[in-house]
C-alpha cells in the first residue's frame, strides 16, 4: 500500500507540536520517506548516525521504530530512539540531506573522491541482536562483554598500527566512518586498497605495529624473519640497533593491562555460567603474562548458553601471515543448528574413514574424538573479527599452542551472518551474473545451504592430515611455508566437506536440493575469493582467494564445471558457469582426493604445481570476467546491533 | 416601492445576514470535532479488522492474506499518526483518497490519542510475532513431508536388511519393524497438534518420541524390552543402516518440535492478539467518548452564542425598523411641505426634520424654497415698474 507522501509534513508537524503534551506527541512510531532504504542507510552513516534501517519488514514503505537498529561501533550516546518511537533529532536527520564539504584543494578533492569509493565498495549490513526483554543478569554480562570489546578494540588498532591516526581524523563524515569501518585509516577494498589517495587520514602511512616501519620498508621483509622474531604472541621492536621479539604485555602494557582488568569485571558478569567466569580469568591472566594456552585449554571444554572468543587468533590480515590479531567473538548456542551436531557425531568416525581412504598412505585413520563444531550465532564482533568486508563463518581455534599442534580445536560456525534480506539479494544477483541459466536450479536463498557448507567445512578441518601431522619430522608451515599451508588446509576443508555431503545425499540422508544449494552456494563463495587480486598489497599471497582459484580449477578439470560463451542467467553477462550436477559427485572427490594426497604426502612439488598452475597460470580473462562482475556488488560490511530495554526502541 | 417597504426589505434581509454569518460560524467550531469522531469510530473498527485478519493469516498464511493484514495495520497506523500530528488522513486503506486533519487542540485528547498508540504498538508487536511464527509454522509443515516418507523408506531398509541377513532375533526384528509404526504416528500426532493443539496431544507426541529413542537405543545396544532379549545391532553390518534411520529420526523429532513450537507460537500470539484487541477498542472508545464531550461542550457554547447572536440580531433589527419608521415619518413630512410650498403661494418656512442626511435634505428643500421665494418676489416688482423697448 502505498502512503500519501508525507514524510516532510510529519517530520515537520512532529517537531512543530513539541511540548504540547505530556505524553511527548514528539516522538512518532514511524515516517514514511520517498527515499530508498540503502539511501536512508547511506545518508545516516555519512554522518556517522549510529542508526540503521534494517528492512522494510511490513512493506509500509516507512520507517518504523521497530524496524531501526543501534550501530555499536558508531555509537554516540545520543537517544535517537525513545520507547519504540523516532525521536524529534532523528527525524531532523532523516529529513535533512547531508551536507557537501568542499575540499580545500585538489589533493584534498581526489582523497575524498577515493574515500566514497572505498565506502562504495561495501554493503552496510546489521547483525542485530534483541536484549529487550532479557533479564538483569543477562544486560550484566552484555555490558561487561562490550566494554572489554571496546579495550580489544585499542589493541588491535595498536596491532595494526592505526591508533595515532584516531586523533588526526579530519572533520569529515566519511572519513570518519572509513576510520569506524576499516578501523585504520587506509584502504582495503579492491579497487582502492592501492589507490595512494585512499585514507581516512590525509598521508597516513601504511605500517603495521607489529613490527618496527624501517623493516617493513623492505618488501621482502617477512622472508627475512628468524625464528625467534615470528613467535605468534609477539611484536617486533628495535632495542640498541637490534631486533628483540617482545610480548604484548611488554608492548602494549598499558592496553593489556586494561583489557584483564576488564576480563576479570565480565568474569564476574558470568556468575550464572561458571566455566565461562574461569575462561575470562584465565584470559586475564593471558593478557598479563602472555600466555595464552591456559585460557585456551579452558575455552575449549565451554558449554552453556553463551559464545565468547577472547585473544590473538587468525593470522589471515596480519603481514608475514605469522602473528595473530586481536578479536573478540560474542554470541549465543544456536539451538536450531544444534541438531546438525547430533548428526555428525553419528557419522564422524565414518568421516574419517572416507578422509583417510582418498588421502592413502602414508595417513591413516585417527579416533574422530575431536569435539563436534558450535553453532553460534553472532551478537558482536570486535576487532579482528569486525573485518571492514565479511566476517569470519567458521574457525577452528585456537591456531597456536600445544591444542592446536594435537588436533584438539573447537571449532565453531556461525550461523546468522549472511542471512539478512540485503545479502539474500545480492547473493542472487550475484549468482545471475556468474552461472548459465539451467545452472541456477541449483540456487537457493534459504539459509540451509550455507549453514550445511559452513559445519561440513569446519568439521572437515579436524579430518585427515591437518594441524599436528608430520611428514618427514615437518609439519606443513614448514613443508610448504605459511602462506600456502593455510590455503592448503582452507582447500583441504573445503572439497572434503562438499565430498562429505554429497556422500551422504548419496544415501539419502540429505536430499539432493540441499546438496545443489550447498555446491551452488560453495561456488559462488569461491567466485567472490576468486574476483579478488591473488596477492594484496606489498605482494601478501591471499590464502582464501588462492584455494578459491584451485577449487575452480580442479572441478573445471573434472568437468562439473565449465565456463562457455552463453548469456549467463541475468541476460546481459556474456560468459558463464555451467554446473554439471551428474558430475559433481566424482569432480569432489577427485578435488578431495588431490589436495588429501599432497598434505598427507608432504608432495610440495605437487603443491607448488597446483599453484602454478591454477594461481599464477590462471585464465587472465576469467579473471577479469569474474572480478568485474563481483566488483559491481559491494561486499558486505557487518555492524553489529543490540538492542537493550533502557533504550527499548533500540 | 414605497420607501418604507424599502426600508423594511433591508432591515430583514441584514437581519438574514446576520442570522446566516453566526450559524456558519458555529458550524465551523462544531464541524472539526464531528470528523475526528467519524474518523475514530473507523479506527475502532480498522483494529478490530486487523485482530480478525491476523486470525485469518495464522490459519493460512498466504501472501495474500498477508498482504491484507499489512494494508490494514498501515492504514490504522497512518491515521493514528495523522489523528496526533494532523496532516493527511488516509481515507481508504489504498491511501489514495486523503483529508486533511487539524492536530487536535484539546491535551486531554491528545494524550488520549497517544494511549490508543501505545495499545496500538502493543497489538502490532504481538502481531509480529504471530506472522514469524506462522511463517515459521508452514516450513516445518513442508519440511515434515519431505523427510517422513525418507524415514520411512530408511526404516524399510533397515527391515529388509534384518530380514534378508537374519540378523537378530523375532523380537529383534519386530521391534525393528514397530519403528516404522511410531514414526508414521509421532508425525501423525504433530499434524493433529498442529490443527487442534492440546497438553493432551503434546504428551502423546512427547511419548512416542521417548518410544522410538528407547527402542532405537535397544536396537543398537541390546537389552531387555517387555522381558523378551533384543540383540545389539550396533556392531553388525545394520549399524549403518541404523546411523542412517537415526539421522532421519534427528531431522523429523527437530521438525515436529519446531512445528510443535511454531503453533504455539502462533497460538500464543494469537490469544495475545484476541487480548489486545479490545484494549484497542477501548482506547479508541475513551477517545471517542471524550471527543463526544468535546462536542457536546462545543455545542452548549454554541446554544448560548445563538441566544447571543438572536438577541443581538433581534435589537439591531427593531433598532432597524425603528430608524426606518422615524426615517419614514420625517420624509413625509418634509414631502407634505414641499408639497404645499409647490401648489399654493403661501411660503412657509420647511421644518429641519431627523437628523444626519435627512436633515440635509431638508436645509437644502429650504435653501431651494427662499431661494425660489426671493426670485418670485423680484418677479413681481419687474412686472409693476416702467418698461423700456
Known sequence: MRLPACCVLVASLALGCREKTEADPTDVPFVTTEKSRQVVNAELLARAIPVFWMEDTNGNQAIDARELGRVWSLEDGRVWLRDGRLTPALLAALEATPPATEANDAQEAARRASVDKELAQGQPTLVFTDFSRAKEDELRLLQAVQTLARSIEALHRAQLGSASYEAQLPEHGPSRLLFARNQAPWCMAPLTEKDPNCSAVPGAQRRSGLYPAKLQADESFCTDLSPELSGPFTVVRERDGALVALPHHEAFPALTKKAAAQSRAAAQAFAVQPDMARYLEGVARAFETGDWAPADELWTKLEGPWYLRVGPDEVFFSPCGRKPLYHLSFGRMSERAATWRRKIDLFRQDMEQEVARLAGRPYRARPADFRLPDFVEIILNAGDSRRPHGAYIGQSLPNFGPLAESGRRRTVAMTNLYADPDSHAQLRAQAESALCGESMSGFSEADAPRIMNTAFHDVARNLGPGAGWKVRGQDDKGLFGGALAATLEELKAQAVAQHLVHRLAARDLVDQEAVRGMFTFATLWALSHFSREMYGPGGIPRPYSHLAAIELGLLQREGALRWVQEKAANGRDEGCFQIDFERLGPGLEATAREVLRIKAGGLEKRAAFMMKTYVDGLDPELHQAIGERWRRFPRASFMYGIRTPERSAL | ?389
Open chain 2, 1 to 389: 416601492m414605497s420607501h418604507a417597504k424599502i426600508a423594511m426589505t433591508a432591515a430583514v434581509a441584514g437581519c438574514l445576514a446576520f442570522a446566516l454569518t453566526s450559524w456558519a460560524s458555529l458550524r465551523s467550531l462544531t464541524r472539526s470535532e464531528s470528523r475526528l469522531q467519524a474518523i475514530l469510530q473507523r479506527q475502532s473498527e480498522t483494529s478490530q479488522r486487523a485482530a480478525f485478519e491476523a486470525h485469518r493469516y495464522a490459519r493460512e498464511p498466504s501472501a495474500e492474506n498477508l498482504a491484507d493484514l499489512r494494508a490494514t495495520m498501515q492504514f490504522f497506523s497512518a491515521t493514528q499518526l495523522a489523528l496526533r500530528l494532523g496532516g493527511q488522513v488516509p481515507l481508504d486503506r489504498t491511501g489514495r483518497v486523503s483529508s486533511r486533519l487539524e492536530p487536535p487542540q484539546d491535551a486531554r485528547l491528545q494524550s488520549q490519542l497517544v494511549e490508543i498508540g501505545n495499545a496500538w504498538d502493543r497489538m502490532t508487536g504481538r502481531i509480529e510475532l504471530l506472522i514469524e511464527s506462522a511463517r515459521q509454522r508452514s516450513t516445518a509443515l513442508l519440511e515434515l513431508e519431505r523427510v517422513n516418507p525418507r524415514l520411512l523408506r530408511k526404516v524399510s531398509e533397515l527391515n529388509r536388511l534384518l530380514e534378508a541377513q537374519q540378523l537378530g532375533s523375532p523380537a529383534t526384528r519386530d521391534l525393528a519393524q514397530t519403528e516404522a509404526i511410531w514414526v508414521q504416528m509421532s508425525a501423525k500426532e504433530a499434524l493433529l497438534y498442529d490443527v487442534r493443539p492440546s497438553p493432551e496431544r503434546r504428551e502423546r507426541l512427547r511419548a512416542l518420541i521417548e518410544r522410538f529413542d528407547a527402542g532405537h537405543r535397544t536396537l543398537r545396544e541390546g537389552g531387555r524390552r517387555e522381558g523378551t532379549l533384543i540383540d545389539a545391532l550396533g556392531a553388525s553390518y545394520a549399524k549403518g543402516k541404523l546411523d542412517e534411520v537415526q539421522w532421519l529420526w534427528i531431522d523429523q523429532v527437530d521438525v515436529m518440535q519446531r512445528l510443535t513450537a511454531a503453533e504455539d507460537g502462533v497460538h500464543e500470539p494469537l490469544k495475545a492478539v484476541s487480548a489486545a484487541a479490545p484494549e484497542v477498542v477501548e482506547a479508541v472508545d475513551a477517545s471517542l467518548s471524550l471527543a463526544s464531550r468535546l462536542e457536546e461542550e462545543g455545542q452548549r457554547s454554541s446554544a448560548v452564542l445563538s441566544t447571543v447572536a438572536s438577541v443581538v440580531g433581534l435589537s439591531i433589527m427593531l433598532l432597524f425598523l425603528a430608524w426606518a419608521v422615524s426615517f419614514g415619518s420625517g420624509m413625509r413630512r418634509l414631502l407634505q411641505a414641499a408639497e404645499h410650498v409647490s401648489t399654493t403661494r403661501e411660503h412657509r418656512p420647511l421644518p429641519v426634520i431627523g437628523r444626519w442626511e435627512l436633515a440635509t435634505l431638508s436645509r437644502s428643500l429650504e435653501r431651494l424654497r427662499v431661494s425660489l421665494q426671493k426670485t418670485l418676489e423680484l418677479l413681481e416688482r419687474d412686472r409693476s415698474g416702467p418698461r423700456g423697448g
